[in-house]
């Protein structure tokens, strides 16, 4: 891990290299923060995208990987998650045949996620998804 900054409790991000040590470095990092935060019940489903998203940036940019979490403020809400790396190329969806052992990463985000989408930025690009919290007050 290149670094982790911590906003105000709400938000954490962290950067990792462009290794293959990167996707389970994420996992970790981002099921820990779900956990502490409360969100255990997420951390499993979000740390699946989150490998799928990282496993993408490592297929394709060079550069570091930057992975953000966005706690909602109000529980009933969503939980952001975003992933960027310095290539402005966004990712394109595609339909896998049965025997591709690729191809199916941005399906199982679309299919998990509330919402999902790409935004450019000053130096590559961010892919982002939100998922819905649980009501825990029940």
């Not at 996992?27 to 956990?35: E, F, H, K, N, S």
């Not at 790396?85 to 399906?107: I, K, V, Y």
Request: aromatic share 6%.
């Amino acid at each position: 891990m290149i670094g982790v900054i911590d906003t105000e409790g709400d938000t954490v991000e962290w950067t990792f290299p462009a290794e293959p040590g990167a996707v389970r470095t994420a996992r970790t990092a981002v099921r820990d923060q779900l956990t502490g935060w409360g969100l255990g019940t997420l951390a499993d489903i979000t740390a699946l995208l989150v490998s799928e998203l990282v496993t993408n940036s490592l297929r394709h940019a060079t550069g570091p990987i930057g992975v953000r979490l966005v706690r909602p403020a109000d529980l009933g809400r969503t939980l952001r998650v975003e992933v960027s790396d310095p290539l402005p190329d966004p990712p394109r969806e595609r339909a896998a045949s049965p025997d591709d052992e690729s191809g199916r990463g941005l399906q199982l985000v679309a299919g998990s996620s509330w919402k999902w989408g790409t935004r450019p930025g000053d130096t590559g690009k961010t892919v982002w998804f939100e998922l819905a919290v649980p009501d825990l007050a029940g």
